[in-house]
C-alpha cells in the first residue's frame, strides 16, 4: 500500500542564509526536483511543509502548507501539519511518511522498506538509520498520534529523538549515503561531486532521471 508522504521543508536553515533550501540548485537541478524523483512513485501524494510563500514552489506541482502551529517549533510540527493534512484528504490511509527536503539522495525503495520493518517488528513507527546514527525526521508514522503530537508540542516538546521514546520503533538499515543532507555550501559542492562522478560512470543514473523530470514540470 502506497502512503501519502510530507516532504519537511519548514526550518530557517540558518547555516545556509536562511534560504529555501530545498530550491538550491544541484548540478542546475533543485534539490526538491532530485527528491521528487524517487520519492514520487513511492507514495500515494505529496505534501510539502513550508512556511515560505507558496508561489516560489508552484511549477512543482505540490500542495504546500506551512507549519499548523505557529513559531518554528521544528519538525515536530511540520510533521503533525503532514499528519492532519493526510487524514483529511487520505482518509484511509493509516501512516505518513515523512523525509527532509535536503536530501536529494533518497533510496527508491524507501517507503517499501520502512513499511516492511514496520509489519515484521509490529512496532508502532518505522524510522530510517544508517551504520552510524538514526535520522529521525525520516519515518512512516500513523496519523492517530496527530492528537497527542499537538499536546505534546504546545506543552514545549521539541526533539523528534525525544518524543520517540514513548513508542515502539523499528529501526530500518539504509547505506549511509542515502542520507546526505545539504546543511553547508560545502555539502553542496560535495553532493555535486558526487553526482558528477555518479554521472560519467552511469549516464542514465537517477540524477540524470531528476534532471529530465525538472525540465517537464
Known amino acids: 500500500m502506497k502512503y501519502p ?10 547555516r545556509m542564509g536562511g534560504c529555501d533550501k530545498c ?10 526536483a532530485h527528491l521528487l524523483t524517487t520519492l514520487r512513485p513511492q507514495v500515494r501524494d505529496v505534501l510539502l511543509n513550508t512556511n515560505s510563500a507558496r508561489a516560489i514552489f508552484t511549477d512543482f506541482g505540490l500542495t504546500t502548507l506551512p507549519d499548523t502551529l505557529p513559531g518554528f517549533l521544528g519538525p515536530l ?15 484511509s490511509a493509516p501512516y505518513i511518511l515523512s523525509v527532509a527536503g ?33 535520522h529521525p525526521v ?27 521514546h514513548g513508542f515502539s520503533i523499528a529501526h530500518v538499515n539504509f547505506p549511509r549515503s542515502a542520507f546526505f543532507n545539504i546543511n553547508t555550501a ?6 555535486s561531486d558526487f ?11 537517477r540524477v540524470s532521471a531528476g534532471i529530465e523530470h525538472h525540465t517537464k514540470i
Open 186 to 191: 560545502a555539502d553542496l559542492r560535495a553532493a
Open 195 to 205: 553526482t558528477d562522478r555518479e554521472a560519467k560512470t552511469r549516464p542514465k543514473s
Open 5 to 14: 508522504a510530507v516532504i519537511l521543508a519548514g526550518g530557517r536553515a540558518t
Open 102 to 134: 535536503d536530501m536529494p539522495f533518497l533510496p527508491d525503495d524507501f517507503a517499501a522498506r520502512l513499511t516492511a520493518g514496520l509489519v515484521e517488528r509490529r512496532a508502532d513507527i518505522a524510522i530510517a538509520r544508517d551504520l552510524d546514527s538514526c
Open 77 to 91: 510540527s511540520g510533521l503533525l501539519t503532514g499528519m492532519l493534512w493526510s487524514r483529511e484528504h487520505h482518509p
Open 138 to 164: 525520516l519515518g512512516l508514522w500513523p496519523v492517530d498520534l496527530a492528537e497527542r503530537l499537538k499536546l505534546d508540542l504546545q506543552e514545549g516538546v521539541r526533539s523528534v529523538r525525544k518524543w520517540l
Open 23 to 32: 530550491l538550491l540548485p544541484l548540478n542546475s537541478v533543485p534539490l526538491l
